[in-house]
């Protein structure tokens, strides 16, 4: 089994470390633009694939337009709600 890459999320002065596995929930940290298509900041998704290198994420998004991304840890937050 492979290991969870662990991202740093900072949330004022304490910092948390959060395991980003397949199954995850996470929010985009910034906006990603998709042709037209603008999957805009804070927008929800689950990682569907970890790749091997512990660097990139297939994240699945149902809005604004259904689509799997490939998308970085710098790219992601784990969310919380």
Request: aromatic share 4%; proline share 6%; net charge negative.
């Amino acid at each position: 089994m492979a290991k969870a890459t662990m991202a740093t999320r900072t949330a004022g002065k304490a910092t948390a470390t959060v395991p980003l596995g397949e199954h995850s929930a996470v929010r985009l940290s910034h906006p990603v633009q998709l042709g037209s298509v603008t999957y805009p900041a804070g927008c929800r998704g689950v990682i569907v694939h970890r790749h091997a290198d512990g660097i990139g994420y297939e994240v699945e998004f149902e809005e604004p337009v259904f689509r799997v991304i490939t998308l970085t840890g710098s790219d992601i937050q784990p969310d919380h709600e």
